[in-house]
């Protein structure tokens, strides 16, 4: 039993202290501050914790931090919650931005805090999940000399050192997140937001006096800004949506970039895949929802949607067929045509490396007119976009499947796992077309002094029957069976046969590394 000195609390008084030391930590913002907080329409963070996590998990640190710079204010944590918990049984590490206590601002300590918790997840190799909701850098906390000293090693805050495992990122943005919380969102590997959040680099408050520029919260950083700028994947109506979104994303995932992904339970698809005959028309320039097709090929109930709102002629999803996950990736023919900008192929290169960085499948499921051209496309940048995308795709390891369903044309066939991109398997259906370029453009390029000519010399009625001859030539030649004989495909095959074809292509190139 020991004794405490003359004068020195005793070990009750110290537990006491510290008791009354950890509730004061719990207090967030206070009862004004939450009260404001509350009628702002969002939770209070620890609420969004216990909402995330597995109940009885949470295992927090840094509790009892406060900031460098004191004042009458009590800032408990400063301004953030940082943990760890258990998601659907899983390890998980979370930063919670505590928006109740001066509007989640950044400061040394939080930063620290922060830094702290990244460090393990990356150390220890389990996802971390991103609660952000806050406006930006706390002055004077960050200003002056004090910001070049802020404790952030960019080795770890953004990615991990070289060489080491990558683990899964999530990122629910929930409020107004601008400055730290838009960077962390911006290293995600997938970001749900709120229809009534923002996020920016800067918000409104910094972009009206240092540029003159007046704008809203949703104007600047909104659902409809975020997604069409690719810095959100998914657009949610409540909190209680986000963490099933955020649950539903890290269920695809293995913990981290060393680990086989997680199987599910074998499902039949959501649509019989012979629908696939009367879901894609044979004529090129019809439109479908290529949504019809992922629904007839992957498991029910196991398509995530991955940036529907970015770049919509190509779609990206995660999914799974028989209990695997796999990336899907398909051209959507109701949006130009399916024709990809520099817009889709950044896009399309982000989910390649997501998916090859944590060992999912690629199925590539082709009906491209081609690459956007023109001084639009060009000053977007579709030269380097195209040259990174197939790059990326050549050099990706994990398994490759392609199918052909309709047209797949010029470097748009590439861009989406054409044979020089190395994929394991290459099929297409018996209406697929492929060449250097559609029909209507290329015989218009090629033959086109020699059309020139006959409609001078012979009149319009020639032309057309010069140009119908031209024209069948062309498709002849497009076929898939030509294509077949020299083995650029690996097979033709019925559009029923699809899934059936892909799953077992994919269990073949997954052998050995994925254990087939």
């Known amino acids: 039993m020991s004794v405490a000195e003359p004068g020195a609390a005793s070990m009750a008084e110290r537990i006491a202290q510290l008791r009354a030391r950890k509730e004061h930590s719990l207090e967030m913002g206070g009862a004004e501050g939450l009260r404001k907080h509350r009628e702002s329409g969002r939770l209070p963070v620890r609420e969004r914790i216990d909402m995330l996590v597995d109940p009885g998990s949470w295992f927090e640190i840094g509790a009892l931090a406060l900031p460098e710079r004191r004042t009458a204010k009590h800032v408990p944590g400063d301004a953030v919650v940082t943990g760890f918990g258990l998601l659907d049984g899983r390890r998980v590490g979370v930063i919670g931005i505590d928006a109740s206590v001066l509007a989640g601002t950044t400061a040394p300590i939080s930063m620290r805090k922060q830094g702290r918790l990244i460090e393990h997840a990356q150390r220890h190799g389990f996802p971390l999940v991103l609660l952000c909701d806050a406006d930006g850098g706390r002055m004077p906390d960050v200003s002056g000399w004090r910001f070049s000293g802020l404790p952030l090693d960019f080795t770890t805050f953004l990615k991990p050192p070289p060489g080491a495992p990558v683990v899964p990122r999530a990122a629910a ?26 996020i920016a680099l800067s918000g409104p408050s910094v972009v009206e006096p240092a ?39 890290l269920s695809y995932l293995p913990p981290n970039s060393t680990q086989e992904p997680p199987w599910g339970p074998p499902l039949a698809p959501a649509r019989d895949p012979k629908d696939l005959e009367e879901i894609v028309p044979l004529g090129p320039r019809s439109g479908y929802d290529m949504r019809d097709v992922f629904a007839c090929i992957a498991d029910e109930a196991s398509i995530l949607p991955w940036a529907d709102g970015w770049a919509g002629s190509v ?9 695997r996950p796999v990336g899907l990736i398909g051209n959507q023919p109701i949006v130009r045509a399916g024709a990809l900008d520099p817009a889709a192929l950044a896009k399309e290169r982000a989910f390649v490396d997501l998916c ?49 369903l309709r047209k797949a ?6 861009a989406m796992g054409g044979r020089p991109t190395k994929p394991d398997f290459l099929f297409a259906w ?14 218009r390029t090629i033959h086109r002094r020699k059309l020139e ?3 001078a010399e012979q009149g319009p009625e020639a032309h ?15 076929e898939p069976w030509e294509a077949a004989a020299h083995l650029s495909l690996d097979d033709v095959i019925e559009p029923a046969d699809t899934r059936r074809v892909v799953a077992t292509a994919i269990a073949i190139a997954a052998h050995g590394r994925f254990g087939g």
């Open 173 to 198: 943005v929930l409020g107004p997140s601008y400055g730290d919380s838009a960077l962390h969102a911006s290293t995600a590997h997938f970001v749900v937001m709120l229809q009534s959040s923002s």
């Open 211 to 249: 540029i003159g520029e007046k704008v809203t919260d949703e104007e600047l950083g909104g659902p409809a800004a975020a997604t069409e700028a690719g810095n959100a994947h998914l657009v949610v109506e409540t909190e209680a949506d986000a963490m099933d979104a955020i649950a539903a994303f």
């Open 315 to 323: 779609l990206c999803a995660l999914g799974r067929i028989e209990g």
């Open 356 to 404: 090859d960085t944590f060992g999912l499948p690629l199925v590539f499921l082709h009906d491209v007119p081609g690459l956007m051209i023109g001084r639009a496309a060009e000053r977007g940048g579709i030269l380097h976009g195209y040259e990174a995308l197939v790059s990326r795709i050549a050099e990706a390891t994990v398994p490759k499947v392609g199918v052909v």
């Open 409 to 414: 044309y010029g470097g748009g066939h590439f």
């Open 430 to 443: 018996p209406s697929a077309e492929l060449g250097f370029m559609a029909p209507e453009t290329g015989i």
């Open 453 to 455: 000519a006959v409609l």
């Open 464 to 478: 057309a029957a010069l140009v119908s001859e031209l024209t069948a030539e062309w498709n002849a030649d497009a």
